[in-house]
């Protein structure tokens, strides 16, 4: 792989120009002269299909975390990539939001409306020289991979250094050979090589589309986000979102992410490996299997409102109350047996 010139991130927590010229909302400035942010969540779907137990764990856990914070939960559908998108499915989704009392404080947003805020920000990025044109297709970067006997899925700069035009191209960050390391609420400490483990990752898609990884790092700073909770299969994505972050000099929120749920067979319960709908008709049974896959035990609640309530009160106790770190026992397995 050649060797990194990229331009490194001052990693910045306060406002920036850069920041303000993405729209970033910013907190009151105590006489300090550091920024005071309101706790801010939010749930992030794809438009793919409708909800499944997998996507509410991930729902409720940053639910009770606004709330048991007292602080704001945001719902923003991740509606950047048409081809995998469901029609209608975004509807169904937020309706069942609903019926689970899971309600955002403001109107839900859609990432197809902020093509312009990715925009400026790849403006950032170029101008900084930290992007480049990539012609490789997925078989392409396969065998450039192999050959240089790269970890799989780790790009090896094949065209980093060409100079290539952007058109048709999609445009990959150059990313040096550090170590990037953050805190994760439920996980701990959390380490990654990004040239080795990871690669130039790409931000903007050859067929024009924005790549989530650009996207979801300019709506969480643009909403004001300070605390991501999903899922464990994104924690790998953290470190480049947070590179990403210093690079545009947005702030880094705080990070949890909860169990991932699968199936017996070990696969991650998605449409692809046959998740069922949440049966809206029987909130309070899906929020406690969801409830239980968070590591806590029923509440034999008898409706949404008694179940969210002792919810966010315990919650409240492990993971504020009682300090952010825990240990990684204190989760459910995210493990739900096949259906006879």
């Known amino acids: 792989m050649p060797s990194p010139t990229p331009n490194l991130p001052a990693f910045r927590h306060d406002r920036t120009s850069a920041a303000e010229n993405l729209n970033v909302k910013g907190g009151n400035e105590p006489s300090g002269g550091r920024p005071v942010r309101e706790y801010c969540g939010r ?3 794809s438009p793919t299909g409708p909800l499944h137990l997998g996507s509410l764990v991930a729902a409720l856990a940053s639910w009770l975390d606004a709330r048991a914070h007292n602080g704001r939960w945001l719902v923003r559908i991740e509606d950047i990539d048409p081809p995998r998108e469901v029609r209608g499915a975004a509807r169904l989704q937020l309706r069942a939001l609903t019926a689970l009392g899971l309600v955002p404080d403001e109107p839900p947003t859609y990432q197809s409306a902020s093509s312009d805020r990715y925009g ?3 403006q950032l990025l170029r101008a900084a020289g930290n992007v480049y044109a990539c012609v490789c297709s997925r078989a392409a970067a396969h065998r450039a991979t192999r050959q240089e006997g790269l970890a799989a899925a780790v790009y090896p700069g094949t065209c980093r250094n060409l100079a290539l035009p952007d ?3 999609a445009l990959r960050v150059r990313v040096p050979a550090i170590l990037m390391s953050f805190v994760d609420r439920a996980c701990g400490a ?3 090589h990004l040239e080795s483990e990871v690669g130039d990752f790409v931000v903007r898609r050859a067929d024009g589309l924005w790549a989530y990884q650009l996207a979801v790092v300019v709506d969480d700073a643009a909403q004001a986000v300070t605390d991501v909770v ?3 299969d994104l924690l790998e994505n953290t470190p480049r979102q947070i590179y990403l972050q210093g690079l545009l000099q947005l702030p880094t929120p705080r990070y949890l992410h909860v169990p991932v749920v699968r199936n017996a067979a070990g696969e991650k319960l998605s449409k692809q490996t046959g998740a069922q709908p949440l049966r809206l008709d029987e909130p309070v049974m899906e929020l406690e299997r969801a409830w239980h896959l968070l590591g806590f035990a029923d509440t034999g609640a008898s409706t949404v409102g008694e179940l969210l309530a002792h ?3 315990a919650w409240r106790a492990r993971w504020v109350a009682g300090g952010d770190l825990q240990r990684a026992d204190t989760i459910g397995s995210g493990t739900l047996p096949l259906s006879p």
Do not use: D, Y
């Open 43 to 45: 749930f992030a779907p």
């Open 120 to 122: 400026r920000a790849l």
């Open 167 to 169: 058109a048709e191209a």
């Open 190 to 192: 959390f380490c990654q």
């Open 230 to 232: 999903r899922g464990a």
């Open 311 to 313: 919810a966010v009160q």
